[in-house]
């Protein structure tokens, strides 16, 4: 008789750092040899890879659709940009969803509830409440007081070009972190959903997933971005209801039941609905948890990509109702995750799972097979590509969505703003949208070579650093501008920069880099931070550095353009 491991001894486990749930890459690794039921059988056959293949052809040639529609309805800046303001709030909410929900969200965090049952279950719910944030303190207030991005709101009743050189600069750092990160998970998912791990995959992945965005972003802007979006979310909660229903009929509807399996399949027994069974094993481990949810929960509040949306329904008040949608839809879809995390280790145990990814990130796929039928069943087939075309569209449309807040940012606030000499010229917005367009392809290209370079390494630490740096350099400026009216333009430069700075430095300095085995350089060691991520030293600088900047500042906030940036936010009058 086999022993059951011990929580410690499941934690030793291999396993992809932190991963966030909309960005977050697929960690990668090849299937282990052996008799694993499924996952055999999911990672050699061929009828499922081709079938999936062709599956992700349709999906391409849909949205390349969308986007030739979407570009013929509009070449003016607002079109670009905001999608022409006329979504309504369940449009915007099926986007929001749609752009914060990724591949990572559906397999990367279903396999951790997988293998680690009540712990998996934390991402879930730091994932919602930073929704809250959202609606509570953005997402009103950003419709009203801005036009296409971040920078409007803070230039209001600040000095136009340092404030926009700051916060446009941020936003392509943030987006561009972010974007590396995704391409290189496309490369990875796509490998490991056509049971291959070939470097040739993963690379014409990268390349063909980085020249649609191009396309997504310079041919249909904002209104393709955002119908893109719309169908990937239907697809991903569709695949995710179905597959919900099929664990829920295998149990007779009981979920005590579903989690009494889940704890046999687990190995571990009760230590897997209980906490502890990934983190909380040591005080840094503890710390480094907290620090991660800090950064997720307050950086949603402040990623370009999400705080962009807000521009493309035509009141406050449906930026309101669109976040509460996307609330109810994000919130359905994690509820529904945590069933499948339950039912693939109750159906086919974390054994198998971790057998054919140590990350767990085929369990979803796997789930989906043993649910048709197996490997052996047509049904079984069809699941399978179903759920793994579902997985390559929720790429493309995050993708798109950073592409298009990364141009935004340069084009809007760098190029026709920050950059532009004092009683020069002004650029038109024809100009800018051609700069838009110039940008997206620079961008994309850029982020293509970095994604191919990137591809050997672990570049799982990029989403967490994405959303520290969203949370330490955009959300403090946010909110000292829209809530201190004695703030100025020098605060908004410190607090950019001063959350900025530190929250790549110690990340360059922690663990992620250097001295242990899963670090960028395992084989050097030059860390003095013991954290993984930087979120909880580098957000409370963010603030402090723009406190610090408003008090140390030569000059005094105008009264009279806080009042109007107050009235304007809380009223709409005078908003776009």
């Known amino acids: 008789m086999t022993p059951t491991p011990s929580p410690r001894d499941a934690t030793a486990q291999p396993v992809a750092p932190h991963l966030a749930p909309h960005s977050a890459p697929l960690t990668t690794a090849p299937a282990h040899p052996g008799p694993a039921h499924a996952a055999g059988g999911v990672l050699t056959s061929g009828q499922h890879h081709d079938l999936a293949i062709v599956l992700f052809a349709v999906v391409v040639l849909v949205t390349l659709g969308i986007t030739l529609w979407a570009g013929r309805r509009g070449q003016a800046a607002e079109d670009f940009y905001a999608g022409g303001r006329d979504f309504s709030p369940l449009q915007n909410g099926f986007a929001l969803s749609g752009d914060y929900l990724s591949a990572a969200s559906f397999l990367g965090v279903t396999g951790l509830i997988a293998l680690y049952g009540y712990d998996g279950v934390l991402y879930s719910i730091g994932f919602l409440v ?36 700051a916060a446009g600069t941020a936003g392509v750092v943030v987006t561009l972190l972010y974007l590396i990160a995704q391409m290189v998970g496309a490369g990875g998912l796509v490998a490991l959903l056509i049971g291959t791990d070939s470097g040739l995959t993963k690379t014409l992945t990268i390349i063909g997933v ?120 994000i919130g359905g879809f994690y509820l529904m995750a945590i069933v499948l995390g339950l039912g693939a280790t109750a159906v086919i145990g974390a054994k198998t799972v971790r057998a054919a990814n140590p990350a767990g990130n ?17 049904a079984g087939v069809v699941l399978f590509a179903l759920i793994s075309a579902v997985a390559f569209a929720t790429i493309l449309a995050v993708v798109a969505g950073l592409t298009l807040a990364s141009s935004a940012a340069f084009a809007h606030d760098l190029y026709a703003r920050a950059w532009r000499r004092p009683g020069g010229r002004e650029v038109t917005e024809r100009q800018e949208v051609v700069a838009a367009r110039l940008a997206a392809v620079v961008i994309g290209a850029a982020a293509i070579v970095l994604s191919l370079f990137a591809q050997q390494l672990n570049v799982a630490f990029l989403v967490g650093l994405a959303f520290a740096a969203a949370a330490s350099a955009n959300l403090p400026t946010l909110l000292y501008s829209l809530f201190w009216s004695r703030f100025t333009t020098r605060g908004v430069v410190w607090s950019v920069y001063g959350g900025l700075v530190p929250a790549v430095l110690l990340v360059v300095f922690s663990p992620v880099v250097s001295g242990s085995p899963a670090a960028l350089f395992p084989g050097v060691d030059f860390h003095w931070f013991p954290l993984e991520n930087p979120g909880l030293v580098s957000i409370p600088m963010g603030f402090l550095a723009g406190w610090v900047g408003t008090l140390t500042s030569p000059e005094v906030a105008d009264a009279d353009r806080y009042a109007e940036l107050e009235v304007r936010s809380l009223t709409g009058t005078g908003a776009a």
């Open 130 to 165: 930073a929704w809250l944030v959202v609606l509570m303190l953005v997402a009103e207030l950003v419709r009203n007081a801005g036009r296409y991005t971040l920078a409007d709101v803070l230039a209001l009743r600040m000095r136009q070009r340092p404030v926009r050189a």
């Open 362 to 378: 085929t369990a979803v796929p796997l789930l989906a097979l043993d649910l048709g039928g197996g490997p052996g069943s047509t």
């Open 210 to 329: 980085g020249a649609l965005m191009i396309v997504y972003v310079t041919v249909g802007g904002m209104r393709a971005t955002t119908w893109i979006q719309i169908v990937k979310a239907v697809l991903l909660l569709a695949g995710a209801l179905l597959l919900t229903v099929l664990v829920l009929a295998r149990f007779h509807g009981d979920l005590f039941a579903l989690m009494r399996a889940a704890s046999r399949g687990s190995g571990v027994g009760r230590a897997y609905l209980e906490p502890g069974l990934k983190y909380g094993a040591t005080a840094t481990s503890r710390l480094d948890f907290f620090s991660l949810g800090l950064a997720l929960v307050l950086g949603t509040a402040g990623l370009p990509h999400i705080l962009s949306r807000f521009y493309t329904v035509p009141t406050a008040r449906a930026a309101r109702r669109s976040t509460m949608w996307a609330i109810g839809l």
